[in-house]
Each structure stands twice: as structure tokens, then as C-alpha cells.
């Protein structure tokens, strides 16, 4: 099991006022994890709902009308991980949404060059062909921060020719669905401390399987996943619109570990 914790502060130099705004920062509880506690507070909470999304994805929609120059949002808890392999899939005729390419993963000239020289075994299956596009990006990609930012795409991404876990995961997208496979992104949490991680799921006769391209491995026991979708856009964690002039500064800090006994 692990312990969990998100924080989300931003601060506005001068008040804002009528701000909206979405948060997803609940794990999801699937077949391969079980939420054993959770505790969500977000201020300002003049107006809080908690609804899902057409990927089946829970997020928190609020409305703040007064002046305020802090948000803030802090999700605790603890998640039973690793208990199976993978998840079950969507019924088929859904499955369509994850083999065609969106804004962020489409191949430009680099990406579709780069797919032509892969030598896929063509006899097994999907998810043996994943880790083999999984092993041949790690080969000639390299992670770096800083490099790359949350509108890059993967051809710019694989241009520039180093990223982060957002870079990694578009880009093995867009090699699984030239490859006919059906993939799509995953946003969540990695035991550590840091950011928000991401990481990539494929299609299998029916399930889907976690594979973690900036580390290399299978999503097993140490990822909390939070959301799914077609890309990073499906997977904010936050997101919001206000009135007012003011800059902001934002803090987002992640903390994962194992659950000590008796958790």
C-alpha cells in the first residue's frame, strides 16, 4: 500500500474574483488499485461538486465569486496497489478513440522516420510490441528538464531529443498507434517525491496494460494513477478561469511512500 499526498497552491499578487475551476487529484480505483482512505480539502470552496468526466475520470468542479488571492488544495490518502497486472478495457466500439493521433501525438516527419527503422516482433501481441517501442525510445531519448513544455508535442518533443515524463508518453503514444495499437495517456503519482507523473496504457484483448517509458517498466505496484485520456489535455490536473488582472505563482509538491503498518 502507499501514502499519498498532493499539494497545489497558487498565489495572485491582487485579488481575483467569479473563479472557476477543475481539480483532479483523486486515485482512481480500478482492478489494479483499491482506495482505502482518501481526504480532498480545496479553499476556496464557496461552491464544490465532484463529477466525472466522459473517461470515467473523477474531478472536483468549484466556483469562488468573492475576492481571494489563494487557492489551495491539498489530497491525502492511502492506495492498495499492484493488484492485478492491468485493467479491464472499455467495451470495443470505444476503443477507437485511442488509435487515432490528437494535437499532441501526431507524427511529423522525425517521429514517422524514426517508427520505419523499428523492428517489431510481428507475431506477438500488443503489449510485447509496446515494450519493445518502450526499450528503442529509452535507447534515444534522454530525460531532461526544462527542455520542453506542457503544449510541446511529441515531433517537437522528439526534435529537441530530451524531455519529461509528459514528452516520453506522447511520443510512445504516437510509435503504438502508428503501429496500430490502441494507447492512450495516463496522469497520476510515482513513489518519491516531486511532480506529478505520467505514463502510457495499451491495449490487449481487452485489457489495459501500464507501461512507464521515462523509467522503463511496467505499471505495477509503485504508480497511483489519477486520470485517463487520448493525451495530456484529457489529464490536467488543474485548470481554471478568473476575473482580475493578477499574476500567479504556483507550488505543486507530490509525496508518495509505502504505508507503514497499521495504516
Not at 480539502?41 to 472536483?60: A, V
Not at 478495457?89 to 522516420?113: C, F, H, I, V
Not at 515494450?131 to 535507447?139: D, F, Q, V
Amino acid at each position: 500500500m502507499l501514502n499519498y499526498r498532493y499539494y497545489l497552491k497558487i498565489e495572485f499578487d491582487s485579488p481575483v474574483t467569479n473563479h472557476s475551476f477543475t481539480v483532479r487529484c483523486t486515485p482512481a480505483a480500478d482492478g489494479r488499485q483499491e482506495i482505502i482512505r482518501q481526504d480532498t480539502r480545496i479553499l476556496p470552496r464557496e461552491f464544490l461538486s465532484m463529477n466525472g468526466d466522459s473517461f470515467g475520470n473523477t474531478y472536483f468542479f468549484g466556483r469562488a465569486r468573492e475576492p481571494h488571492t489563494l487557492f489551495e488544495v491539498v489530497a491525502e490518502g492511502t492506495v492498495k496497489t499492484g493488484i492485478e497486472d492491468s485493467v479491464e478495457a472499455e467495451p470495443s466500439y470505444r476503443l477507437g478513440m485511442y488509435a487515432g493521433q490528437t494535437r499532441y501525438t501526431a507524427p511529423g516527419e522525425k517521429l514517422t522516420e524514426f517508427f520505419s527503422g523499428l523492428k517489431l516482433p510481428q507475431k506477438e501481441g500488443n503489449l510485447e510490441k509496446s515494450l519493445c517501442i518502450m526499450s528503442a525510445l529509452r535507447e534515444a531519448y534522454v530525460y531532461v528538464p526544462g527542455k520542453t513544455g506542457i503544449s510541446t508535442t511529441a515531433e517537437k518533443a522528439w526534435e529537441i531529443g530530451c524531455g519529461v515524463c509528459q514528452d516520453y508518453s506522447h511520443i510512445m503514444i504516437s510509435l503504438c498507434r502508428m503501429a496500430g495499437i490502441q494507447a492512450r495517456y495516463a496522469a497520476g503519482m510515482l513513489i518519491g517525491e516531486g511532480l506529478s507523473h505520467a505514463w502510457v496504457e495499451v491495449a490487449q484483448e481487452g485489457r489495459w496494460y501500464g507501461l512507464d517509458p521515462t523509467n522503463g517498466v511496467r505499471v505495477l505496484e509503485n504508480h497511483i494513477k489519477i486520470s485517463h485520456g487520448r493525451d495530456y489535455g484529457d489529464c490536467l490536473l488543474n485548470q481554471g478561469v478568473f476575473t482580475g488582472t493578477a499574476n500567479q505563482q504556483q507550488t505543486v509538491s507530490v509525496t508518495v511512500e509505502e504505508a507503514g503498518e497499521g495504516t
